[in-house]
């Protein structure tokens, strides 16, 4: 990616159609089973196919999407998008179903991989994954409000993801352009905080799976458990999705006064509170209080972990690794889910789900707590036997951005040793504060006499 950050909409638009897929998740397992006569763990299955293959498609582009440019893998995946949902659309048998599943899921995680290394070279990473994640609830949940009344069996949703695809193609013109013509050479150079990175993506990959097992299974709760129509469910999936904007919308607004650690680590507690009350509902109020809630924090949650791997490296490979070790989990949660449901109920499904969501909470949590750096308050950064500099600088007028602001990450400080035979030649008179001098020229030396 290009080191001048670019607009934020077009990765806004790439990402919401590469993580549409995940979204209609459920509404994709349910009609395969009910229209193409598959069983729970039979739909699941495809839909984790669909999944594993976005995520395959993430590792490949691992700290490759600046070699390639942004605008050419995002038009392949779009294309394949198109063409793999497309033809899971038209098709009538499995197998050409599972095959456009697939191809799909490729173009989807393709597409999420660009926009992902994307975000991570923005200026503030969590603010453009926040718009990213709104904009996918607002195109999901339109989606579970519509296709209930339209029919069409499996097809539709499989039609609806091709579509978006394609009318996000014109937003790739205002992506980087390619690469030069030339063999391709992946970007080089060491991965940086290597230890809670693959902490992060390892626990980001068994995060998903948690919540994707339940949110698989969801809409089988309503019509087996609970007794729902689909029309009902899409309308509580609609209303959830919809108080998902809002807690969006509610994380974009707090950004990171509170850092990372906070929303990361009580949002998952309220999570698994909801993973256990949704499953074990036995009545609309219940089951919608669990879904709302939960699709409420879940999001906050999501984009303060893509803004946590995005903060690792700025070109992004962290950001794709732990996404696609993610969707590694997303695909396998609709499998856990039907495999535990099945096997032992929704309620004690819920209680393992709820388990596994509040044990991974804490390595995740310490890696925000870890990597978040230290904040800037009074005395934490300081000149020499002086005053802290950011209270300094609202006493002494100083030029409004010069200085950090209270709260913001401490900046590191480089010093810059001189030779011996040049610093005995210096004198202190030699010296004066870095700025426009008399002449037009700039004095950038700092005193070293009192060393």
């Not at 498609?57 to 605008?71: C, D, I, K, W």
């Not at 098709?91 to 393709?110: D, E, I, M």
């Not at 950011?390 to 951005?401: D, I, K, Y």
Request: with cysteine; glycine share 14%; charged share 10%.
């Amino acid at each position: 990616m290009s080191s001048r950050p670019r607009a934020a909409w077009p990765l806004v638009a790439v990402f919401t159609a590469g993580y549409l897929a995940a979204y209609l998740l459920p509404t994709i397992v349910g009609r395969l089973s009910v229209y193409l006569g598959l069983s729970t763990a039979e739909a699941g299955l495809v839909g984790s196919a669909l999944l594993l293959s976005s995520a395959s498609a993430g590792f490949s582009l691992a700290g490759r999407v600046e070699t390639y440019g942004p605008r050419r893998p995002a038009r392949t995946g779009l294309v394949l998008a198109v063409l793999g949902y497309g033809c899971a659309a038209l098709a009538g048998s499995v197998p050409l179903v599972v095959l456009g599943a697939v191809v799909g899921g490729f173009g989807s995680g393709t597409a999420t991989a660009v926009a992902a290394a994307g975000i991570a070279a923005q200026r503030d990473p969590h603010r453009t994954s926040s718009l990213g994640l709104l904009s996918v609830s607002a195109t999901a949940g339109a989606l579970y409000l519509t296709i209930p009344h339209l029919g069409g069996g499996h097809r539709l949703p499989f039609a609806s993801i091709a579509l978006v695809a394609l009318l996000v193609w014109p937003a790739t013109s205002r992506l980087g352009s390619p690469a030069p013509a030339g063999p391709v050479v992946p970007a080089s150079g060491r991965l940086p905080h290597r230890r809670s990175g693959l902490v992060l993506a390892g626990g980001m990959l068994v995060w998903s799976m948690a919540q994707n097992a339940l949110w698989g299974v969801s809409s089988r709760i309503g019509v087996d458990q609970v007794g729902l129509s689909e029309v009902t469910i899409g309308a509580v999936f609609a209303a959830a999705l919809g108080a998902g904007l809002l807690g969006v919308m509610g994380a974009g607004v707090l950004g990171a006064r509170l850092g990372r650690a906070v929303p990361i680590g009580l949002g998952t507690v309220i999570i698994a509170a909801s993973i256990v009350l949704s499953s074990s509902a036995g009545d609309l109020g219940s089951f919608a209080t669990g879904e709302i809630l939960w699709n409420t924090v879940y999001p906050v949650v999501l984009s303060y972990l893509i803004g946590l791997a995005a903060s690792l490296d700025v070109r992004g490979r962290w950001a794709v690794l732990a996404g696609s070790a993610s969707s590694v989990g997303v695909a396998c949660g609709p499998v856990l889910g039907s495999v535990l449901s099945e096997g032992a109920g929704f309620p004690v499904m819920g209680m393992v789900l709820g388990a596994v969501t509040l044990l991974v909470a804490v390595p995740v949590t310490a890696v925000a707590l870890h990597t978040g750096g230290r904040p800037l308050v009074p005395g934490s950064v300081r000149r020499r036997g002086g005053a802290p500099a950011a209270l300094l600088a609202v006493t002494t007028g100083a030029v409004p951005g010069a200085v950090p602001k209270l709260g913001a990450p401490e900046q590191a400080v480089t010093e810059i040793s001189l030779p011996a035979l040049r610093r005995r030649r210096l004198v202190r008179s030699a010296f004066r504060t870095a700025g426009p001098s008399g002449g037009g020229q700039s004095n950038a030396y700092a005193s070293t006499s009192d060393r």
